[in-house]
Nanobody, 121 residues
Framework: VQLQASGGGMVQAGGSLRLSCVASGRTPSNYHMGWFRQAPGKEREFVCLISGSGRLTNYADSVKGRFTISRDVAKNTVYLQMNSLKPEDTAVYYC???????????????WGQGTLVTVSS
């Protein structure tokens, strides 16, 4: 499966952005989709994920209540709505696909190219 992420940009603290991730190629409907992020000098970290059906979600504590993941199965697209953004949310955001329900980067075998989110104070 090929993934294409978009929607990053620069925003002031307290602002909002919506990221999109379009899947193409072989995209089994039961693939779980995750968002991860990597800040400069830091390891890639889990942000959130959504089940193939879209009924289950899981969020990192750092974004819970501010970020919302959703998916449009018909459009093969996953969204990440980010509200109340903070400077510490600045990172390259990656979408990824996995056949297992996991928050570990090693469980994901397909990755998008990343989109940069910059939050200024």
């Amino acid at each position: 499966v090929q993934l294409q992420a978009s929607g990053g940009g620069m925003v002031q603290a307290g602002g909002s952005l919506r990221l999109s991730c379009v899947a193409s190629g072989r995209t089994p409907s039961n693939y779980h989709m995750g968002w991860f992020r990597q800040a400069p000098g830091k390891e890639r970290e889990f942000v959130c994920l959504i089940s193939g059906s879209g009924r289950l979600t899981n969020y990192a504590d750092s974004v819970k209540g501010r970020f919302t993941i959703s998916r449009d199965v018909a459009k093969n697209t996953v969204y990440l709505q980010m509200n109340s953004l903070k400077p510490e949310d600045t990172a390259v955001y990656y979408c990824a696909a996995s056949s297992v329900w996991s928050t570990r980067t090693t469980s994901y075998n397909s990755w998008g190219q990343g989109t940069l989110v910059t939050v200024s104070s």
